[in-house]
């Protein structure tokens, strides 16, 4: 089994953290700060520069710490919040990923969350600093707070339609 989640926080949180490269640099086919900034306010967030260095830097953090299985939690609950906001922005598609919906950032959470409820295995930081095991009560808050966090940061930074074809 450990060596099962081993695989899954590394597959989820390199790619998690992969994605936040995207957003705040030419790495990894991004188009830089600047696509990033783009990206959010073409998508109707307020912020610019500042939305696409948080979330990017949230990616990367919350996607990194997840890969090492270092304060699980913590990485579970960054995950399911920057995700928690692309589902919000893809929502409107539907479901399935091939008409850009949010298939995607739904699995991430989903992954994200049963991470939190398994814990990170053996072979992780967590295992090694003897954090682990964290009781089950944990994943409940860590996607409560993911959850929270995600639509909470939807509500502050998001514009209505109107305002965002208003300000480009």
Not at 33 to 39: I, M, N, W
Not at 62 to 83: E, H, K, N, Q
Request: proline share 4%; no cysteine.
């Amino acid at each position: 089994m450990d060596t099962g989640i081993l695989i899954l926080r590394l597959l989820v949180g390199l790619l998690v953290a992969g994605h936040g490269v995207q957003k705040i640099s030419t790495h990894l086919g991004g188009r830089g700060l600047a696509g990033g900034t783009e990206e959010f306010r073409s998508d109707g967030f307020r912020g610019g520069v500042l939305t696409a260095l948080a979330a990017g830097g949230g990616q990367i953090g919350s996607g990194l710490l997840l890969a090492a299985g270092l304060l699980t939690p913590l990485a579970a609950t960054g995950v399911i919040g920057v995700m928690t906001v692309a589902l919000t922005v893809k929502w409107r598609h539907g479901l399935w990923v091939q008409n850009d919906g949010y298939e995607y950032p739904l699995v991430l959470v989903g992954t994200a969350a049963a991470l939190a409820a398994t814990g990170p295995g053996a072979w992780s930081v967590d295992a090694a600093l003897g954090l682990t095991s964290y009781p089950l009560w944990w994943a409940v808050a860590v996607l409560a707070a993911g959850l929270g966090s995600g639509l909470l940061t939807r509500l502050v930074l998001h514009r209505p339609p109107a305002q965002a074809v208003a300000e480009h």
